[in-house]
């Protein structure tokens, strides 16, 4: 069976344990090489998942490998730079999420993967919480009717990421919100059915992190990453924001976000339609004055990988690339919620809510 050649960019906790694992669970691909610029990080990946060949200029990679696919996993600030690397170089891209952080950036990472007739793709791969995919059949088939209110909770008490770069706003572009915050507000836009953003409130706060959690409590595998070089002064991100987003339909969602906040832990979405509402994470619909019923959930085979999302990811991946489903996460679902992301950073910064047409005119 030919398999589809796939180039990894960035050798770190999450291209080691989620997407080459991803790749190689799949079958249908093939990790022909990695990238990184630190060259000991890559070496260490080719090492333990048997890759043959690494590169520390990703140009050179593209050129000599010539992937069909390429990953994506670098800080969030070089997102964009990449991304376009290996659409002119032909490639299809799964990028890491925030796969962009303002409106026009998003836009036009995708009209140049348009332009190259290629698949881009934000590694969404939250959206494949069971509990979630249960919701979005329901909203599909028309359950819960009109979704006219959304509330989307992601609270660690204690869940600062402690390795690579995330603390430090010149490399991650900002803090809880871009990194845990964009999974929530992607599945929330996802299961209100992609309305679209008009305006964005949000206020945004700091603790100082000399608690900063363990690798488990900030997203890592167990023992997946060294936290040792954490240097607590360098934080220059937010570690809590709040808000609201206003759909152009008149619905509206609300959000709390925090990698730490003395607050309840909290991770829910919940749905409020105007047939029937669902709290996701505690499985249960609501409707009537008081009738409730459990959440029908399905198994979707991949919950026992720690990273069970990139694998769904894949497979989605591999059915979009021959032709029998259409891409997973949609490009105008990733500009809104890059969009919201935006506006929310500059509302907070101006302590004002900021209409989205307003992206579009600054410079
Ligand atoms: N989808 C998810 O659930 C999930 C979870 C964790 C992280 N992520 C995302 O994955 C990305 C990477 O996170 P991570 O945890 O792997 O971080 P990490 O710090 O462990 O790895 C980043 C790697 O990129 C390399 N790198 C830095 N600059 C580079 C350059 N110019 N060229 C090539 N390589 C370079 C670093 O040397 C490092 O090896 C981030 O965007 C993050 O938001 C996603």
Not at 70 to 96: D, F, I, Q, R
Not at 120 to 127: P, S, Y
Request: glycine letters at 8%; proline letters at 4%.
């Amino acid at each position: 069976m030919r398999k589809i050649k796939v180039c990894i960019i960035g050798c770190g906790m999450i291209a080691r344990c989620a997407h080459i694992p991803a790749y190689i669970s799949n079958g249908h691909f093939k990790v022909s090489a990695v990238c990184d610029a630190v060259e000991k990080n890559a070496k260490a990946v080719c090492d333990e998942l048997k890759i043959k060949k690494y590169y520390t200029d990703a140009a050179q990679m593209l050129e000599q490998e010539k992937p069909e696919v390429v990953s994506v996993c670098v800080p969030n600030m070089l997102h964009k730079k990449y991304v376009m690397l290996a659409l002119e170089h032909g490639a299809n891209v799964l990028c890491e999420k925030p796969l962009a952080f303002t409106l026009c950036d998003a836009e036009e990472m995708f009209s140049t993967a348009k332009r190259y007739k290629r698949i881009l793709m934000a590694c969404q791969t939250l959206r494949f919480l069971p509990e979630r995919l249960a919701v979005k059949k329901m909203v599909d088939n028309d359950e819960i009717g009109e979704v006219y209110y959304s509330e989307l909770s992601r609270i660690r008490r204690r869940g600062i990421p402690a390795w690579g770069k995330f603390h430090i706003k010149e490399y991650s572009g900002g803090g809880a919100l871009i990194d845990i915050g964009v999974h929530g507000l992607d599945s929330a836009i996802w299961l209100m059915g992609n309305p679209k953003p008009v305006s964005v409130s949000a206020i945004m706060n700091k603790v100082h992190a000399d608690e900063f959690g363990s690798s488990e409590s900030s997203g890592a595998l167990k023992g997946g990453v060294d936290n040792s070089g954490f240097n607590s002064d360098e934080m220059n991100v937010e570690s809590f924001a709040a808000g609201n987003v206003r759909f152009e339909n008149g619905s509206e969602l609300s959000f709390k976000v925090a990698w730490a906040a003395n607050l309840p832990e909290e991770n829910n979405i919940i749905i409020a339609g105007n047939k029937k509402g669902v709290d996701t994470e505690n499985r249960k619909v609501f409707y009537g004055s008081d009738n409730m019923d459990k959440l029908f959930i399905e198994p979707n085979g991949f919950e026992a990988e720690p990273f069970f999302g990139h694998y769904c990811l894949a497979d989605k991946l591999y059915k979009c690339l021959i032709g029998v489903e259409t891409q997973f996460v949609k490009p105008e679902e990733t500009v809104n919620v890059s969009s919201i992301l935006e506006a929310a950073y500059l509302s907070a910064a101006e302590k004002r809510e900021i209409k989205i047409a307003e992206l579009r005119r600054l410079p």
